[in-house]
């Protein structure tokens, strides 16, 4: 494949853009080599700016579950856009996708709409501790809430790729805030309570990871923990930027029957524009500003365009068989990729929620940050390069998901999985 063009244009944008990328996980660092620069994307397919085709399995890492340029989507967009770009002021769609949300997740009582996943989860925490007058928070190893100060403390993503996990500019004050406990270990929670419970505002946590590639929560964990946080008066806050609206229509706490006291959303809600929201328990959002206390606000918080192209998606997303046909599609890929795997003698695991799923490259079960980073990242850069010389985008580091949206059909599992073929042998 000829990429001359995306070449040029990366090396021009390392002159003024820091590391040439609006955002770390773009920069191909994970997998060695320059990333691609893309000039058009339509259903399953991005065509780069040197005109080679790829099947994408990265959906601007989870929005995109309709894939790209979805009809309704966009008329509803340009519709929206007639009428004026931001009023800055109260507008119906915002009502219409409140009530929405509501009605779906039923969780959620009251709901505020941001404009990105990290807005969304920053205000819950300076919520919850509003609410509790607790100081500390507790999130686990491995797992990305978004860039905000909190988080930054043994998080995922771009920056266990980047090997930042506790990045510099975090105040250590605030770092020591945030406690950290492994994902899927309820005995270590429990410790934790018992000793420093009564400080706790809250425990935020990803349903179903997606930050540190794929991990499935083990049968009970996210139940136990709820329990847990009732017991302790610790608020459970639902991270369900990646999972709401993707895992289930009501997200993962539909999928585990969990009930959280706040939950947080982003990615599939906005339809692929910017927006975010949280939502919970009606007695703790009331203590938002200007109802509570507690501060947050948005110049750009509940666009009107933003808000229109969430709607379409949601509502596209109601039809009937959606949740069913997204199952239907990871599957086709999970049991065709570990055959390939298995063909080509290449020990993998593969882990898969849905429409959200990782390929780890190691022969041993992953199931928490450790086990994560057992994976041999540079066999999944040798196989993400081979992929993409076969016209497959998947995300360019061995701790993202890779994500599967409803344009994909019959030709495009196969042309997957005729690529992994070839990407498999190549490494064996
Ligand atoms: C689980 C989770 N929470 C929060 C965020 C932050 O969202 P955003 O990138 O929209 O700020 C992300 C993604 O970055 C995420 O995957
Ligand atoms: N894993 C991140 C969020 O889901 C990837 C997006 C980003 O950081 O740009």
């Known amino acids: 494949m000829n990429h001359s063009h995306s070449k040029a244009l990366f090396a021009r944008a390392q002159e003024r853009i820091p590391g040439g990328v609006n955002s770390p996980v773009r920069a191909f660092r994970g997998v060695g080599g320059d990333p691609v620069f893309f000039r058009e994307a339509t259903g399953a397919w991005m065509t780069d700016v040197d005109g080679n085709r790829y099947v994408d399995l990265v959906g601007s890492w989870g929005p995109l579950i309709l894939g790209h340029a979805y009809p309704p989507i966009v008329e509803a967009l340009i519709e929206a856009a007639r009428r004026g770009t931001t009023y800055g002021a109260p507008a119906p769609g915002e009502v219409e996708l409140a009530e929405l949300l509501c009605a779906t997740v039923p969780s959620v009582e009251k709901v505020r709409l941001v404009s990105s996943g990290t807005e969304a989860t920053v205000a819950a925490i300076r919520l ?90 083990k049968p009970g964990y996210l139940q136990g923990l709820q329990e ?51 939502g919970g328990r009606r007695d703790i959002m009331s203590k938002i500003a200007p109802e509570g206390p507690v501060y947050q606000s948005g110049t750009l918080s509940g666009n009107p365009v933003a808000v229109a192209a969430g709607l379409a998606c ?47 490259f190691c022969d041993t079960p992953v199931y928490d940050y450790a086990s994560a980073k057992k994976a041999d990242t540079a066999r999944f850069g040798r196989f993400f390069h ?20 409803l344009a994909i059909g019959e030709a495009e599992v196969a042309h997957i999985l005729a690529a992994a073929r070839k990407a498999f042998r190549s490494l064996a």
């Open 128 to 217: 919850a501790r509003g609410f509790t007058g607790r100081d500390f928070i507790l999130k686990f190893e491995g797992c990305f809430h978004g860039a905000g100060d909190p988080f930054l403390v043994k998080a995922g993503s771009g920056v266990e790729t980047l090997g930042l996990p506790d990045s510099p500019g975090v105040p250590a004050a605030l770092a020591k805030l945030t406690l950290t406990a492994p994902y899927n270990d309820l005995e270590a929670v429990e410790r934790l309570f018992a000793e420093k419970g009564k400080e706790i505002a809250c425990a935020i946590i990803e349903p179903v990871v997606g930050n540190m590639g794929v991990l499935v929560p």
């Open 228 to 278: 847990l946080c009732r017991k302790h008066g610790v608020l459970f806050v639902l991270d369900e930027v990646m999972t709401g609206f993707r895992l289930a229509r009501g997200g993962a706490q539909e999928l585990f029957g969990l009930k959280p006291d706040l939950s947080t959303f982003a990615k599939v809600v906005g339809g692929g524009m910017p927006l975010g929201a949280y």
């Open 314 to 360: 949601l509502k596209a997303l109601a039809a009937p068989g959606t949740y069913a046909r997204l199952e239907q599609l990871g599957a086709m890929l999970e049991q065709g990729l570990k055959a390939e795997a298995q063909a080509a003698g290449v020990p993998v695991t593969l882990n898969r929620v849905g429409s959200m799923l990782t390929l780890f």
């Open 386 to 405: 081979a992929m993409l010389n076969e016209g497959v985008y998947l995300p360019p580091s061995q701790f993202e998901a890779a994500f599967v949206s």
